[in-house]
């Protein structure tokens, strides 16, 4: 049986064991109700709160800011819903604006708001890396615009968009505008004020903390209705008792990110930068998807032409790496991603990606024994799909 070695880190990753002693005595020795009266409830509290003062720091924002989630995803539901009907109701507006390479997140939230809500949705070309301008966003601008979503970098390619300049758009026109920060936040500086968003998303386990919790900045004055009610939880935007652990987890993941970032990055960028040239002169047909340079730098990601990127990642998991695709096959019709789409690829080219993300665990012999099985996998890859 070979080793495996995983290079999905985009996927997930695991969580730093810094970051599980954290949590740990919240589990069963600091376990109050952060809502209740007593002294029980009074340490929880205290414990969600200073999460609360740490993740602030982290995003130079004020603490009451943050509204603690259960995921990425309800991160963007919360701000795209959330926003969209609080803004309609205030000043009419029923346009949302978003790029065609979002996240499901993202753009399965606004396909509901127009086909359940009665709002209309302009979807963003981006160019052929998956880079929306701030040019295509000034063009398409309405003046009923509800919410603009744009993501910070993209999971299948890695692209990272130029969110202050299309917030600075936005801001002109006193349009709320979101970024999704999900893949963002383990390698980039999600600064809110810098920036100058008005909601921001984010998970933990994209960043060594666990998975099912997550994050929404929310500027202060920024128009949102709570998706869930009930309790008067995280301000009223999240009714649902806190789960306190995974706050203090998320918490200590991202200062340990912001803390180490320079580390982290210049361990994986050398390893992506071979990773991403070896592919290209070794395997006849490929191309590099996304940014050659404006990309995350723990992302690589490729198109084949002519083959089935989810053989390969069969392929590739049975010779001991485990990796990625952008293909959303799961039912034997296989079709290319809208990602894939939006950057213009053809069916032929489409259908063939790999992506393959590095973390702090990505060492450079296992770089080495990929680079030495892929061009031999995908031309085994390439003749079962000729067969
Ligand atoms: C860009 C982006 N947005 C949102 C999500 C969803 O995050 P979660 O898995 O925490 O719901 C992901 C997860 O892959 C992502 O990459």
Redesign the pocket.
Known sequence: MVDHIYLDY??TTPVDPRVLNAMLPYFNETFGNPSSVHRYGQQAEAAVESARETVATALNCRPDEIVFTS???ES?NLAIRGTALAMREKTGANWILTSRAE?H?VSKTAEQLKKHYGFQVEWLETDETGMVSPETVERVFRKDTAIVSV?YAN?EIGTVNPVAEIAAICRTHHVPFHT?A??AAAYLPVDARSLGVDLISL?A?KFYGPKGI?MLYVRQGTPIFPLQTGGGQESGRRAGTQNVPYIVGFAEALRLTAEERQQRIAHVRPLRDRIIGTVLEEIPDSRLTGHPITRLPNHSSFTFKGMDGNLLLTLLDTAGFACSSGSACKTGNPEPSEVMTAIGLSREWGLGSLRVTLGAGTKPSQVDAFLKALPGIVQQARALNRG
Do not use: E, P, R, T
């Open positions: 985009a996927a995921c990425g995803s963007d996240h997140a993501m999971n999704d999900v893949q998970g386990h997550g």
